[in-house]
Structure formats: C-alpha cells, structure tokens
C-alpha cells in the first residue's frame, strides 16, 4: 500500500493515463485535495491518484515509461528545495485522512505512521522546526489508535 510505505510507485503525473472522467468528476479548484485537505506544494500527485484509486482500479505495466532525473536544482532534492518537507509531513497528513475515512484499519495506520516517523528521521536534521511538530503528533495518533493500550 502507497499510504502505508510512503512509496509513490505510480509515479510523476507523466507516466499516468486514465479516463477523462476521473479529472472532470474532480472540482477544479480542489483537484490536489482529499480528506478536506489541500495538497499544493509537496505530494501533489499521491492525493489525485488515492482519489481516482478510490472510483476505479489500477492496471500496471512492468515497463519504463519515462525516467525520473535528479539533479542538484531539481524540486526533490532537500538540501536545496526549501519546501521539500511538505513531501515528508503530507504523507502523515494522508495517513491522518485515509483512517479517519476508513480507508486504512486502525492497524494499517499505525503501521504507516511508525514508517512514517521512520522516513521523517532521515529528513529531521534538515527541517527540524517544520517536521518535529508532525513527529509528535504522529507519535500521539499512534498512541490514540492503539487498540492495545
């Protein structure tokens, strides 16, 4: 599950095809939100797909598309993208949306919210004041949807 490994396997908005419908079902003003959530700077693409993934089926071909490059001006490097702790905090922001909308079990979201503080770790050092209050609050919904306590 994407939510529970913070793994956008899908990928970039140029490797994705699906039916017009899903876009125009989409209001254009909200197309980057769920869960009553906006989503405009980090992972943009993750909340569309939960979405669509939500009305529909996915079908995957075991081929490369397309080719992701990284490179030092590039928007997912964080040692020069100043923003790129929203890629971190909105993955616990999804978590948050997909149990309160019951599309992760009690288990599966502590899971992905102990991977999620995992993932957080690494990127701590470099955005300590703006990932350390969603690290707390990620250690309190653990603790809140522990079902054994």
């Given at each position: 599950n994407m939510l529970i490994n913070h793994n956008n396997f899908i990928g970039e908005f140029s490797t994705i095809l699906f039916k017009r419908k899903f876009i125009n079902q989409q209001d254009p003003e909200n197309i980057f939100s769920i869960f009553n959530e906006e989503f405009k700077i980090g992972l943009i693409d993750v909340p569309l797909y939960i979405s669509?993934?939500?009305q529909s089926n996915m079908f995957y071909l075991p081929?490369?598309?397309s080719a992701f490059?990284?490179?030092?001006s590039g928007g997912s490097d964080?040692?020069?993208?100043?923003?790129f702790h929203h890629a971190v905090s909105d993955w616990f922001r999804l978590i948050q949306g997909a149990y309160s909308s019951g599309l992760l079990s009690s288990s599966e979201?502590?899971?992905?919210a102990k991977n999620y503080l995992a993932l957080?770790?690494?990127f701590l050092p470099i955005f300590p004041s703006e990932l350390q209050p969603w690290?707390?609050?990620a250690n309190q919904f653990i603790k809140s949807t522990d079902p054994i306590k």
């Open positions: 669509i993934l939500s081929y490369s598309l490059r990284k490179h030092k964080p040692l020069t993208n100043p923003s979201a502590i899971t992905a957080s770790k690494n690290d707390i609050t």
